[in-house]
């Protein structure tokens, strides 16, 4: 497996939990309970990404614009984070903040498997990727386990 493919996958699991958090309503135990695994999973996948991928895509000229607008776009995502949970979950609001969040996120995920996927390929060795694709879900069990 190569580090596009695990970051896909959970690429996939983001776009499952935004899908069924805005089918919620409200201050629902449903709406807490998948907001707070989408926080996790974001948060968790920013930095064992930024770690496994985007600190050696920095490292090659070819890719280093495109990891440093990647790592742009997840403190992006982190602010829009911060202003969600300063709103209560029950406000009309709240459901306004999350499409934003979703819409970042969304295009964001897009953007990489479109664009920084193709470019890291020709940048990096095909030794690497399967390297960084292990030590990304490495990083990803570590956070996850210390959260």
Not at 5 to 30: P, W, Y
Not at 107 to 126: I, K, N
Request: charged share 35%; net charge negative; hydrophobic share 35%.
């Amino acid at each position: 497996m190569t580090i596009f493919e695990a970051l896909r996958e959970d690429h996939g699991v983001q776009r499952d939990l935004l899908e069924q958090l805005m089918q919620t309503s409200g201050d629902s135990n449903e709406r807490e309970r998948l907001y707070r695994r989408l926080r996790g999973e974001l948060r968790h996948h920013a930095a064992a990404e930024e770690r496994a991928l985007y600190i050696p895509m920095m490292e090659i000229d070819l890719t280093q614009e495109k990891a440093r607008h990647s790592v742009a776009e997840h403190h992006e995502i982190d602010e829009q984070i911060e202003a969600l949970d300063a709103i209560d979950l029950a406000s009309p609001a709240w459901l306004t903040h999350a499409r934003k969040l979703s819409d970042l996120v969304i295009h964001h995920l897009d953007e990489e498997e479109h664009e920084v996927f193709q470019l890291a390929g020709r940048g990096l060795e095909e030794d690497q990727k399967a390297e960084l694709a292990e030590a990304y879900r490495r990083e990803m069990a570590r956070q996850r386990r210390d959260a």
